[in-house]
């Protein structure tokens, strides 16, 4: 049985100042805390239902196990139907990005993007498509938002998410950078070439004009229906699989 002190301290990482306070997020559900298992995050406890016990009888010694009952489950889950098990996990420190890594590769680059599952899908997308690194603006939702860390799907523990100035990193990069705008060049008609920065705006205001500013390489969706926009997720998920099919040439 879980105390109340437990109770109220895992609730408590429901909020973005807790979380930073504390250094820890939590993860949900088999699937994600299994990928974070060979990960170099460190699972500092697990909370699970019955259901679980067999699964997770060969986890490494120093990961704490507490076997809970629905209803505690339920007061310390985020989700409104709890999958059975949740996860502490520690956030990393902070280590100084090492830019060398975003040579002869492509990245994301977020400015500002708002909606922690439209962050979380872009990262599950990044993994899919063998994107290392996705950049964001230090005014991005929080990575570790349980809505971010749920739409990622355990594809978190596999791609590097960053914040930043992110005119200074631009400044700095040494990159081409592309930028998702409307009045761009064709999407179809980009050449990619080997290495560059792919910058995705707000879902409301899309790219700053501090930002706009450094994009060399504007790039557009042509549209052929009569929609005024594409979720900022999906449009991540087209320029990766266009990247990506032009970068295996």
Known sequence: ?????????????????????????????????????????????????????????????????????????????????????????????????????LKNTFSLVLDGVQDPGNLGTMIRTADWFGFKNVICSNHTVEVYNPKTVQATMGSLCRVNVSYHDLPLFLKEAGLPVFGAMLDGNSLYETEWGTEGLVVLGNEGQGVSPEVVALIDRPVTIPRVGLAESLNVAVSAAIFCADISRNFKK
């Open 1 to 101: 049985m879980l105390s109340k002190s437990q109770i109220g301290f895992i609730k408590s990482l429901h909020q973005k100042k807790y979380r930073k306070e504390h250094g820890i997020f939590i993860i949900e559900g088999i699937k994600s805390i299994l990928e974070f298992v060979p990960s170099p995050y460190q699972i500092q406890s697990i909370y699970f239902l019955d259901q679980y016990q067999s699964l997770l009888s060969k986890l490494p010694a120093n990961i704490k196990l507490f076997e809970v009952t629905s209803a505690e489950l339920e007061k310390i889950s985020t989700l409104q139907a709890p999958q059975g098990i949740l996860a502490l996990v520690s956030i990393p420190a902070d280590t100084l990005f090492d830019k060398s890594t």
